[in-house]
């Protein structure tokens, strides 16, 4: 959908939005439309009856959810859902004139996104915690709320309860954030906790994971690093103004699930901790974007967030670097973001004017740096047969490309092999690979190669 089709499919021919944005009524109630009720879902409901008179305080009127979108109506439900209209026909929820604002929680792109578009083509507030449709569409959503002078609030979408959205929204309104780093995905951070710290098995503490609500329905979207990736563009695009590229895969985007043991290991004793990270940078030209796990040294903030937490740090012209951390999955936290969203949506709707403008920057296409001009330091690791000259002719190669080498270590491997680890100075990506395409020859297997993050 191109923003001139969500202007024009729905404008009046004085210009303005068909569907006025819908006015306040009186003291009367905000009324939710629940589109979702899992494990975000839950946590909503449980905030909302918790804390009904502190919020109605904050709003000015209370907050009740009066129907709910599932897809099974038979699944056991959080008690508070109990008494609340359930429903599988989401025209129910849409051709409500009593519903103000739709909390979309279900996750996916099909149907939430085609909701999402009719709620706000109906002057309906949105508020979702759906990164994957935002890094897909999130464009388009918002100019299309925009023109229809509603709220579209996105809190929960990036970094569980970590307010992030709104730092980069209001607070860093005034500064120009150039550059980016978190770690973004619960999930991931959990297993590789669990992994370094307790020895349990990937698998064990994938299942964790989704025992405790963290994993997205598909988990590969967690340990395949599209979660983070997806949440990076959402922040890239408040951030930098940079328009989520159509395919993810335009930028990089790694995950946690080819890592291996040993090289957890191998950091550990060269002083790492292995995270999964994302990192945005704005030279201008190009914003670098990038999704990864990567060594960071253990002394540093980076290697203390751990399990289901996440961080962020911004890096703004005049702010300096902000450093935020805080749960990052999980039903109660990513609850506490779409409840904030509530109460601002809430607060607009009563005070009859729409609450949220976007980024400091207009949102627009804006070029990738090319993976070659990464520059970074690198972890490599080889395994080579156990021969004389061996590790001479991987430095001379390294040499031949430019890559001089910061650390070197060999051991024993089994029988007559050997392992080689190498840790390089800052260096192009494209020299490394080059340098490691050059030996191929040599190595009876690929070499590991990881990024080194000084954050
Ligand atoms: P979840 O537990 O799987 O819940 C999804 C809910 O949506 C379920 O109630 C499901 O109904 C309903 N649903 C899904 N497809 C539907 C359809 N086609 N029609 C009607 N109902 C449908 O997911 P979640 O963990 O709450 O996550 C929800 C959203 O929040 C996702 O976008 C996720 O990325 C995001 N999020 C999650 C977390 C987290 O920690 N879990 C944190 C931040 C953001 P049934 O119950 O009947 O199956
Ligand atoms: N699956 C996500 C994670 C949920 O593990 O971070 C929070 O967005």
Redesign the pocket.
């Given at each position: 959908m191109s923003p001139s089709e969500t202007a024009d499919s729905s404008a009046s021919s004085t210009g303005r939005p068909a569907t006025e944005r819908r006015r306040p009524r009186g003291g009367n109630p905000i009324r939710v439309g629940l589109?979702?009720?899992?494990?975000?879902?839950g946590g909503v409901l449980s905030l909302l009856e918790k804390n009904s008179a502190q919020l109605a305080q904050r709003v000015g009127v209370p907050i009740v959810v009066s129907k709910i979108?599932?897809?099974?109506l038979a699944?056991p439900r959080a008690p508070q859902a109990a008494g609340i209209a359930l429903t599988?026909n989401a025209d129910e929820l849409l051709n409500d004139p009593e519903i103000d604002v739709f909390v979309e929680?279900?996750?996916?792109l099909e149907?939430s996104g085609q909701l999402i578009e009719d709620a706000l083509r109906r002057g309906r507030c949105v508020v979702t915690?759906?990164?994957?449709l935002l890094a897909a569409r999130g464009t388009a959503l918002l100019e299309l709320a925009a023109h229809h002078q509603v709220d579209l609030a996105f809190e929960?979408?990036v970094g569980?309860g970590i307010p992030i959205i709104r730092t980069l929204r209001d607070a860093a309104a005034s500064d120009e954030v150039f550059a980016l780093a978190g770690i973004l995905n619960?999930t991931s951070n959990y297993i590789l906790t669990q992994m370094s710290e307790a020895g349990v098995s990937f698998e064990g503490a994938l299942s964790e994971a989704q025992a405790k609500?963290?994993a997205?329905?598909d988990p590969s979207l967690d340990i395949g690093g599209f979660d983070a990736a997806q949440k990076l563009l959402v922040l890239a695009m408040l951030a930098f103004g940079a328009k989520p590229p159509a395919d993810l895969n335009a930028l990089l985007v790694e995950g946690i699930s080819a890592l291996s043991p040993i090289d957890i290991e191998a950091a550990s004793k060269l002083g790492y901790s292995v995270k999964h990270l994302v990192v945005g940078r704005d030279h201008g030209s190009a914003v670098e974007l990038r999704a990864h796990p990567a060594l960071v040294r253990q002394s540093s903030v980076w290697a203390n967030v751990s399990g289901a937490q996440n961080a962020v740090k911004l890096e703004g012209r005049a702010l300096g670097p902000l450093f935020i951390s805080g749960r990052g999955?999980?039903?109660m936290p990513?609850a506490v973001s779409v409840v904030a969203d509530l109460i601002e949506v809430g607060r607009s709707l009563v005070a009859g004017v729409p609450g949220m403008v976007t980024g400091a920057r207009p949102i627009q296409a804006r070029s990738l740096m090319p993976r070659s001009e990464f520059e970074l330091r690198y972890y490599l690791r080889f395994e080579v047969s156990d021969r004389l000259g061996v590790l001479a002719r991987i430095a001379s190669a390294l040499a031949d490309h430019g890559v001089s080498l910061s650390q070197v270590s060999q051991s024993e491997g089994q029988g007559e092999r050997a392992r080689i680890i190498l840790v390089t100075h800052r260096a192009k990506e494209g020299a490394v690979r080059a340098a490691l395409q050059s030996l191929a020859p040599l190595l009876p297997e690929s070499p590991v190669l990881l990024r080194i993050e000084e954050l």
């Open positions: 589109l979702g009720c899992g494990v975000v879902g979108l599932v897809r099974d699944k599988t929680v279900m996750g996916g149907p915690a759906n990164k994957a929960a979408a569980g619960g609500g963290f997205e329905a999955a999980g039903d990513t």
